[in-house]
């Protein structure tokens, strides 16, 4: 790729945003399988033991959730990306200087240069509020679901357990003394005790659950709004070549040529497709484009 003279924070800043773009798509998927599943299984009423969902979770939080989190924070948090912040925070001041003091063209070119920082800017917050507060929403997803999965399969065993005990007893004739009958009241209570707080885990996990769907359908839409906008990110142009079926399956069918050919809708070639635009810019960009080429018709 020509990267020999771009700066190594602004290039590091292309690869970070390519990795969150990505990483956030195979989420929004896995993550909409596990929400499909744990319908499923709740609506079976046969208990979340033995699903296998909190694996699932775990996995996802470990592997993906917590790297993108990361990569948001280097982007929108970082030391650099708060100082061009703060350099970005008078935009209303000076719209409204260009505003007061510009005429004709100018005014329309300048004026239209600071709104699009302005919603960059909102964007840039926005997506990263939304990465936070998911990423904590998920952690609280996989202790409900290992509640739901190891302990209350455990309470019910429990309580079988202490009942058999009871049956065996009036059954050959055995009174339990008073430490023994202690026990098992004992046992009772805790598991009374343990089953409110797994139906307080389950409600809990249902709302987390579909807040995280929420946060992530609008996280995609945000994130939709800075891939359009990164027609000079060749780092994520690569990416999103390489994983078209991956953008239909979040965006819907299409969606890859929609956003590709905003990305390259100044680029003036008639009849020309966004993925050909693309694949001419991935060409121009970064040279050898041969496995993509082989995957144009896919």
Known sequence: MNSGSEPYLERRKKEELAFLVMRFLKVFTLFEDVRRDFHRVLEGGQGFGGSGLFARVRDLEEQLIFDIKEKAHFLFRSAPAVESSKEQ???ADRLEQILLHRRGARRASESRAILADLRRSLVDRAIDANIG????LFMILRECIYQLEVYVPRYGQELEQAKRLQRLALRIGFTLDEEEAHELVH???????????????????????????DLFQETAELLRHLIEEAGNNE???????AQRPLIDAVYGPGAAEQILAHMYRQIERPGASGLEKALEQARMRCGNTEALEREKER
């Open 89 to 91: 925070e008078p935009l």
């Open 133 to 136: 507060t998911g990423f904590h």
């Open 187 to 213: 046992i009772r209570q805790i598991v009374k005790r343990g089953k409110s707080v797994a139906i307080y885990a389950l409600e809990l996990a249902q709302r987390a659950l579909e807040r995280c769907h």
């Open 235 to 241: 780092v994520l142009l690569l990416n999103l070549l």
